[in-house]
């Protein structure tokens, strides 16, 4: 059982033993907490995560690209290197530690459900990839978890 994710998950197959019964919140199906350290994390601070790192990408963009808010050319080209330095921040972010610099900041992890202690760079980069699509990450099920958390075995839980 990984260190992240305390003795209250059991794996994939967890969810299987109470799938059909009323949820009364996100993780309760998996055995997680309704709140605090271990419980799933709403939607609402994960937007507020990803903002965060998506702030951190144009900061770090601007140290190189100097925006220039009037010439669409430069803002496409801006926009493009700040959407891959995202992608560089939250791959490598989520396979070496589990976490971006803003999931950190919000008290989020990204664990694997089979209780593996890294999530690793075979799950960390389609995982981010769909994020970037968008719709796997806005599409979740009772347990709080998106497409792209569900397709690859992860889950995204409170730290604190």
Known sequence: MSRWTGTWLSGPGAAL???DG???YRGERLGAPERGLGSVASNGVRLGALFIDLVLSSLVTSLFIRPDYDDPTQMWRFNYWSGLV?????AVGVSLAGFTPGKALLGLRVVRM?????VGPFRAIPRTVLI???IPAVITDRDGRGLHDRLLGTIVLRTR
């Open 22 to 24: 009323p949820v009364r």
């Open 17 to 19: 033993d109470r799938a």
């Open 132 to 134: 970037a699509l968008i």
């Open 86 to 90: 995202w992608l560089l921040i939250t």
């Open 114 to 118: 089979d209780g593996t202690a890294l």
